[in-house]
C-alpha cells in the first residue's frame, strides 16, 4: 500500500478548519464587511461552500473561531513577552511593551477588529467568543495589577475596575494610531500608558469612592 504524497494527502478535520480560519481572516482583512461570504471564504481557502458549511455550520461560528483564534496568538505573544521580565513591575511594562509592538500594531487588523465587534450584539457565537477572550484578557491584567502592588506595597481598592480602564485605554490609543499613525507613535503610546501606572502608584484606585 502506497503512502499518498503530501500534495495529494487528505487534511484532517483540525487542518481543514485552521484552513478556513486562515481564509476568513484574509477576506476581512482584505475585503472588511464584505468577506463575511461563505462563497468568497470558501473561494479564498480552495474548498467547497459544502465542505465549510460541514465544519463550521454556519458563516457565524466560523468569524468566532476566526475572533478567538486571533484573539489567543495575540495574549500569547503577551504572555510570552511578560514570561521573559522579572519583577512584578517588569512583567507589568512588557506587558505594555508588546501591546505597542509591530505585531500588535497592525493597521491591517483594524477592518478585521471592526467587523468582529460590529457582530458581538447579533451573533451569539461571536458575542461567546468575545466573552471568554475578553475574560482572559482582563483576568491576566488584574493578575499583573495585584502582583505589582503586592510586590510594592500599594493598594488597588478594586483591581477589576483599574483593569478595564487600562485596556480601554490601550483600546483606544491602538484604534487612534491605526486610524492615523501620524497621530503618534507607539513609544508615545508606551509613555501614556506608563504615565497611567505612575499615578495607579500614587493613589489612582485606592479608595472605593465611585463618581
Not at 484532517?12 to 485552521?18: S, V, Y
Not at 465544519?55 to 468566532?64: E, M, P, R, V, Y
Not at 504572555?79 to 497592525?106: C, Y
Not at 468582529?116 to 491584567?141: G, N, P, T
Request: glycine share 6%.
Amino acid at each position: 500500500m502506497t503512502t499518498p504524497s503530501p500534495k495529494n494527502r487528505r487534511a484532517e478535520p483540525d487542518e481543514r478548519r485552521e484552513m478556513l480560519v486562515a481564509a476568513t481572516l484574509r477576506c476581512l482583512a482584505r475585503d472588511g464587511h464584505a468577506g463575511i461570504s461563505v462563497r468568497r471564504i470558501a473561494t479564498e481557502a480552495g474548498v467547497s461552500v459544502g465542505l465549510l458549511n460541514h465544519h463550521f455550520g454556519s458563516i457565524d461560528a466560523l468569524i468566532a473561531d476566526t475572533y478567538q483564534k486571533i484573539a489567543s496568538e495575540l495574549t500569547t505573544a503577551l504572555l510570552q513577552e511578560i514570561q521573559q521580565a522579572g519583577t512584578p513591575a517588569e512583567k507589568i511594562d512588557a506587558f505594555l511593551t508588546g501591546s505597542f509592538s509591530p505585531r500588535v500594531m497592525d493597521p491591517q487588523l483594524l477592518g478585521v477588529w471592526v467587523v468582529f465587534w460590529s457582530l458581538i450584539r447579533h451573533s451569539e457565537h461571536v458575542s461567546q467568543s468575545h466573552e471568554k477572550s475578553y475574560r482572559a484578557y482582563l483576568d491576566l491584567l488584574r493578575q499583573l495589577l495585584d502582583d505589582m502592588a503586592a510586590s510594592e506595597g500599594f493598594v488597588i481598592h478594586d483591581t477589576r475596575l483599574a483593569a478595564i480602564g487600562l485596556s480601554a485605554m490601550l483600546d483606544g490609543l491602538w484604534i487612534e494610531w491605526c486610524l492615523n499613525p501620524e497621530t503618534f507613535s507607539p513609544a508615545n503610546g508606551l509613555h501614556i500608558c506608563r504615565c497611567w501606572i505612575k499615578g495607579l502608584r500614587h493613589g489612582a484606585f485606592s479608595t472605593d469612592d465611585v463618581l
